[in-house]
């Protein structure tokens, strides 16, 4: 079974920094190609996509909201996938969960998902 543990958030001031991990189990990102994304949820907010990386073609794709300030990458030797933010603003205050495409590379078939981890950003 495959699972995904999300890590790292907390409580950061407005103007700081964080760096969130996804660790997979159960599967192995070197033996084919894969997407792992990350996603987030405010209280009484809908799930927004922030963040993807598909090994298949090398990209990256971001939401317009954190263009700029966050980076997704991914060590596939250690099959994790890492949120690197910076400039944080209290909008970015959510619960993020990292997910997976089960069956390929697409970042647009995330759909096995992990536990999430809360960000807080106080102003």
């Known amino acids: 079974e495959v699972q995904l543990q999300a890590s790292g958030g907390g409580l950061v001031q407005a103007g700081g920094s964080m760096t969130l991990s996804c660790v997979a189990s159960g599967v192995t990102f070197d033996d084919h190609d894969y997407a792992i994304g990350w996603f987030r949820q405010a209280p009484g907010k809908e799930r927004q996509g922030v963040a993807c990386f598909s090994s298949s073609d090398g990209r990256a794709y971001y939401a317009d909201s954190v263009k700029g300030r966050f980076t997704i990458s991914s060590v596939s030797a250690k099959n994790t996938a890492y949120l690197q933010m910076s400039s944080l603003k209290p909008e970015d205050t959510a619960v993020y969960y990292c997910?997976?495409?089960?069956?390929?590379?697409?970042?647009?078939?995330?759909?096995?998902w992990g536990r999430g981890t809360q960000l807080t950003v106080s102003s």
């Open positions: 997910a997976r495409d089960d069956s390929g590379s697409s970042c647009l078939n995330l759909n096995s």
